[in-house]
């Protein structure tokens, strides 16, 4: 089973709008991590945000959340104002594994391509 | 503070010629890790390492060998390239304890012919 899915291999979203990226995660571990990350094409992989499994509260950096729901395990990305630059690769990512190595592998999802149009 | 660089960042093998992906960090991070990237399957880790002289096989590692004498550097590798070897390479690095956000590389893009 996928641990980590993106079911939109690609979206279109109107600049200055609200996206949400989807992804689901598959563990039986009570103590993951969840990550996204940017990649433009360029191809460097950016660090957007973080949400553990402990966390109560949804975390946000600037235009991006993360809308965590773990019953459903789901860890959605929501970028306010799209902006041209936002146009981009987007990959969601999970550590699993408690203790203070929290795991060593990164699992990727297969990533969602967003494209910002005027 | 250069974060971490790879070198080359592009190369091309023929099959059965060996070479090492170079991967340094300047940020004392005790974890580095070796990424691939194909098209259709995001990342994949190919090994890692939790400190110097210490290093352990990922989700996709033969073909490869990494060593960690120091804790800035971490070489990748491919013994005796292969065509499945074409991708792109991606070292990253995090500090240690707890998730704590993981660094990447710009990556290599190797073509084996």
């Known amino acids: 089973a996928q641990k980590i899915t993106q079911t939109q291999p690609g979206m279109f979203v109107q600049e200055k709008e609200a996206v949400t990226l989807d992804c689901t995660y598959d563990?039986?571990?009570?103590?993951?991590?969840l990550f996204w990350y940017k990649q433009p094409s360029s191809g460097e992989m950016i660090f957007l945000i973080y949400q553990g499994s402990y966390d109560q509260q949804n975390a946000t950096e600037g235009r991006y959340s993360l809308n965590f729901q773990k019953a459903r395990k789901s860890a959605n990305l929501v970028i306010s104002a799209s902006q041209l630059g936002d146009s981009a690769m987007y990959f969601c990512?999970?550590?699993?594994?408690?203790?203070?190595?929290?795991?060593?592998?990164?699992?990727f999802g297969t990533g969602t391509q967003l494209k910002v149009e005027l | 503070n250069a974060g971490v660089t790879q070198t080359p960042k592009f190369q091309v093998l023929k099959t059965g010629q060996s070479m090492t992906l170079q991967c340094a960090q300047d940020m004392n991070h005790e974890y580095m890790s070796w990424y691939r990237q194909d098209p259709g399957m995001g990342l994949r880790l190919i090994h890692y390492?939790?400190?110097?002289?210490?290093?352990d096989q990922g989700e996709v590692p033969n073909g490869y060998n990494v060593s960690r004498s120091t804790t800035e550097d971490f070489p990748l590798r491919l013994l005796s390239a292969a065509p499945s070897q074409t991708s792109v390479y991606f070292c990253?690095?995090?500090?240690?304890?707890?998730?704590?956000?993981?660094?990447f590389g710009p990556g290599t893009r190797l073509l084996v012919l």
């Open positions: 563990t039986s571990d009570p103590s993951y991590g």
């Open positions: 390492s939790v400190g110097a002289g210490i290093t």
């Open positions: 990512a999970m550590r699993e594994g408690s203790g203070a190595g929290g795991g060593n592998k990164l699992t």
């Open positions: 990253a690095s995090r500090e240690g304890g707890g998730y704590k956000t993981q660094y």
